[in-house]
């Protein structure tokens, strides 16, 4: 009787011979002796015929197990795919997209062509395995220690979207609930110590949400993101909340990824030995100034998105502005769209919250566009638009080489850092006239006001010879009262401008005001106060 032995029947036939004890006891040359020569001389020496082999002994348990089949068929695997790629002489299947452009040739994987054997050459030829036959392939690749993290991330980013309907797409969709949590929930404890793409970590964190896994899964993986948060990009955060929730986005999942990664800074400068291990984990790149602030533009983007939920309450909005505040950029204009979006979907907020929102903001780290746009804004309150047009002032002065114009006290009260003067005014304004959105008669005293300025600065060597003909020594004043001509145009600015010289000190520091007792003024303060006083009394 002739038998033709393959890898569909081997393993069948291998396990008929044991329960029938066709042993080389009883004769020699026998059944069992056959197969296990074929298995060792053909079936492990084939990269594809150990797959097939291996994917036949599901049915066959737990004799398969008993007679070593499958635990060679592992080994087989495990060996194959974690020897140096210049060995690999055999077919395997492998995405032609990945593989770079080869002057038009195409690309192929047999035997007869020179080519360079990518590094992760095996990983969706073992996207077939059941998840507990995967599981232990994988736990062997890495027991081994032959490969690279990201390559066992890429295997198993192939794995997840192959077996997760919607997975690519940052959803699951349709299929077993309970198998889907399970194969997500292996998957996260067989993410390797080394880098993974962040992209692919935050879509297995959306679908451990959707799919609820347990809360361990989820907070390791918040620890890995938070890690390479830098590498995120905003649409990777817009995870979806359950439609039962009253927010548009798990907002509360994003503040703990930049909590994680927060954390993580604060540590690596307390401890220099913990930056060497973050290190050795991911690229130096991670405590860098660099990834600082990509994380903080990451923020502002975010910011700016879920801004459009007309449920996001201002606490959480601040909140996670504020968590990336000591991260200095260079320029604030992503978290002036963000404030300037949530203004615009939240027109209810008080006036308090629309000062803690506003206060997030450094007037001096506007580009120009912005400043244009924000002298404009009729969401913003009338405090902020005299900072930015301050601070735009400072910066067309010093761009045309003149010295910096000191504003009257009281202007500079508004500013971040400026102090209070001594002197008193009598006027009753409160400060919540300056928190108070403008109305479109203020905003129309101010709209032209940028303009105004740069326009000054074009005829400045005009002006400047002009005034050093009559050698005045109160130049920077004038300059500050010309440039500010526009500003001053509104009579209830004007008044706004001389008064409240009471304030609670929510932009200016405590600690640099004069207390109410002193009298110690120097000569341009005692002028300034009479000008201010003057000027009030016509008001």
Known sequence: MTVTLNAYNVVATRCAAEYLEMYETVEKGNLVYKVEVFLNSSIFHSWKDSIIVLQTTRSLLPWSEEVKVVSHCLDSIASKASIDTSKVEWSYTYNL???PSDNGNEHWNGVGKQQVVPKDWWVEDLCGLQLDLYKRVINIIKTKGKLSGDVIGEALKAYSTRRLSGFSKGMIQGGDVIKNRSLVETVIHLLPAGSVPCSFLLKLLKAAILLECGEMEKSELISKIGQQLDEATVSDLLIQAPTEEALMYEVDIVQNLIEEFVTLDRSAQT???MEAEFQEIRSPRFLSDTSKVKVAKLVDGYLTEVSRDPNLPASKFVRLAEMVSNFSRPTHDGLYRAIDMYL???PGISKSERKRICKLMDCRKLSTDACMHAVQN????????VQVLFFEQIRASASGGNSTPDLQGSIRALLPGGSHGSSRSTTTNTEEDWDAVPTAEEIKAL???????????????VGNDRNANHGATNNSEKVAASKMKGLLMSKKIFS????????????SSSNTSESPGSTSTNAEETKSTRSRSRRHSVS
């Open 97 to 99: 997209k990945k593989l």
């Open 271 to 273: 401890d220099p030995s």
């Open 344 to 346: 615009k979907e939240h």
């Open 378 to 385: 009729e969401r913003l309150p009338l405090r902020v638009v």
């Open 447 to 461: 709209k032209g006001e940028l303009a105004t300025l740069r326009l000054g600065d074009a005829n400045r060597g």
């Open 496 to 507: 706004k401008l001389w008064s409240s010289k009471e304030r609670n000190g929510e932009i």
